[in-house]
């Protein structure tokens, strides 16, 4: 495997990637603030991949409510964020790691520059940071690229990191949902709870819905022999909603209890929206 490698974009961004790793880094500010921020983002992504692979067979394990915090500072992020849901449901550590990436990397950038704005966007999963009086915006898609609306916050929602999961992205699913967006103070909570309402966005028994063993697909997954969705036929107006149903009630659970902030459900041109920040388009005639 090649090392680390930086190259400045088009927008006056940055790209770093390293293995499985790519990021796109934004910041608003000054010419110098841009400067020092990047290359902070630069100087802490060269050894983020190596602490993590240091000790990935235990970031693979099953998670408990009192496993003990890992020296690493960006798996510290990812067990912090995991270990409040895994009383309730079965996660690994890697359940956080995309947000917890973007978290950190971040961090450093706000520690060396005075930016008013500025991102890390890790695959989809984004840390956000927002000085008073500042927004930010981006666009959803579902994993086939079909656009399903826009998210827009500013400083006042003390909003720090967006993430999303679902059916057919580039991580496997438990669940059918095509997209579950969620937004919360930090990139590695919304890529642990979008990860769980997506996987309960489910209808266990349509005859329809193809489900593999996680391992058959990637031998190295860390949800083992789960059964992970493959495929989601077109489905009737009253199955959407029954599956949209348990993934709403999860979310609004969060959402009371401070885990959130918002949270989008998709499922096949329809949506269900917990907390404000979304901007959703009119829905598609569904299926009879």
Known sequence: MTGPVAALIGGNRLHLQHGPIDLIIGVDGTDAARANAFAAAEARFQTILHGLASDLPRHRERLGTETPLPDDPVARRMYTAARPFAARHFLTPMIAVAGAVADEVLAAMVSAAPMMRAYVNNGGDIAVYLT?????????????????????????????????????????????????????????????????????????????????????????????????????????????????????????????????????????????????????????????
Do not use: Y
Not at 177 to 206: G, Y
């Open 132 to 288: 008073k009086g500042h927004s930010f915006s981006v666009a959803m898609a579902t994993p086939k690229g079909r656009d399903i609306g826009r998210i827009c916050f500013d400083s006042d929602h003390r909003i720090g990191g967006i993430a999303s999961s679902g059916a057919g992205g580039r991580s496997h699913s438990l669940g059918i949902a095509e997209n579950v967006t969620v937004l919360a103070e930090t990139a590695a909570q919304a890529d642990t709870v979008a990860t769980l309402i997506a996987n309960a966005v489910d209808l266990p028994d349509h005859p329809g819905i193809r489900r593999t063993p996680a391992s058959d697909l990637n031998p190295d997954s860390d949800l083992g022999d789960r059964l992970v969705t493959t495929h989601v036929p077109p489905l009737g107006r009253n199955d959407i909603w029954r599956a949209l149903e348990p993934g709403e009630a999860l979310a609004n659970r969060m959402l009371e209890t401070g885990q959130i902030k918002a949270a989008a459900l998709f499922l096949q041109n329809r949506s269900v929206q917990i907390g404000g920040a979304f901007d959703l388009p009119k829905p598609e005639p569904l299926h009879a």
